[in-house]
Each structure stands twice: as structure tokens, then as C-alpha cells.
């Protein structure tokens, strides 16, 4: 950032000092005033990477359960290649959601079942992956329903995309009243 400091008792910028801009280009002007200083501020722009979900403590959704505001969601770094979560990665993929819807269905399964293909909830008898109930229900996405976590992620995203629309809404009502 280039700032002039003006003598507050001159009259023009004959007795500035500049500060080094670094050789960076230019996209703003501005003006602030303040405390008998006036200094003049450039503001440069400098690209920077798209950063990844691995990158970022957090991600931001484009949806929330009703598909219009900002949540912010933990990080999900990228999955282990034949785990349980490149198959839902993959799947995503297949849908044309990204890494965000990623995050969002990474994070929800942790808090769910911890992405245990066997996870039973004691009180609820909710079952697997995305914790179906009652788990029976995740026989229409395959007779293996039980042990298979992709048959357990087909029927667990399918649940999602017709209740909540996208992992993002389904994670942003969980965040909101703690279930899904």
C-alpha cells in the first residue's frame, strides 16, 4: 500500500513523504482525513490462489436449508483414495457439486456417524453413514444396505437432495436445530 503523509501545515503536497509502493499496480485512490493528517492512500491489488478446502479453516456454503444465505462449515481435507469419503466425493462430483458440498456432507457424517458403515445410535436405532431411520430404509439403494458404504452414501445423498436440496442445506438445518 502507497500512503503519503502530508504536513499538516503546508498548503499543497510540495512537503509530502512517500512511503515505497513496492512496484505493485494501482486500482484505488482514496482520501482519509483525521487528527489534523490527511493522507493519501493508493490501494493495490495482488491475485492470489483460489485456496482449497484443506486450505481454509473454513468453508463457505452458497446454501443453507432454504438455499440462500452463508454458513460457515469446518474443512474437509481431500479423502484417502477408496475411502468411504472419495466414494461421496466422487458422487458429488457426479452431481456437479464441489468441494463446498463436499465440506458440508464431510463435516455432517463426522458429527452423525463418524463415517462408520456399522454406526447404530443406541437410543434412535438410526444406522449407518448418514444414519438412516430406520436403517431398512437404505435397502431401496441396494440389498447390501447394511455393510456396502457406497450403497449407504447413494441412499444418503439421495435422502439429502430431496429433503434438503444440497449437503450444505442438510448441514445448515443440522447446525440450526441439531439434527438432520
Known amino acids: ?15 509530502q513523504e512517500d512511503l515505497p509502493t513496492m512496484g505493485l499496480p494501482a486500482q484505488a485512490m482514496t482520501e482519509v482525513a483525521g487528527d489534523g493528517f490527511a493522507y493519501e492512500v493508493e490501494e493495490i ?3 492470489s490462489p483460489t485456496p482449497t478446502p484443506s486450505e481454509t479453516e473454513t468453508t463457505d456454503s452458497d446454501s443453507d436449508s432454504s438455499g440462500d444465505s452463508q454458513n460457515n462449515v469446518p474443512r474437509a481435507d481431500a479423502p484417502d483414495p ?16 464441489g468441494d463446498d458440498e463436499y465440506a ?14 456399522y454406526a447404530q445410535n443406541p437410543s434412535s436405532g438410526a444406522y449407518g453413514i448418514p444414519q438412516s431411520l430406520p436403517g431398512s430404509k437404505m435397502a431401496s439403494a441396494g440389498s447390501d444396505w447394511q455393510t456396502n458404504p457406497e450403497t449407504q452414501i447413494r441412499w444418503g445423498i439421495g435422502y ?3 429433503r434438503y436440496g ?5 448441514w445448515a438445518h443440522s447446525e440450526a436445530v441439531g439434527w438432520y
Do not use: H
Open 45 to 47: 491489488g495482488v491475485e
Open 166 to 170: 444440497t449437503p450444505c442445506g442438510a
Open 1 to 15: 500500500m502507497l500512503a503519503t503523509l502530508l504536513n499538516p501545515a503546508a498548503s499543497s503536497f510540495a512537503e
Open 82 to 97: 477408496g475411502s468411504a469419503q472419495a466414494i461421496a466425493r466422487d458422487l458429488l462430483a457426479a452431481k456437479g457439486w
Open 104 to 117: 458440508c456432507l464431510y463435516n455432517l457424517w463426522m458429527r452423525e456417524s463418524n463415517w462408520n458403515v
Open 160 to 162: 439429502i437432495e430431496g
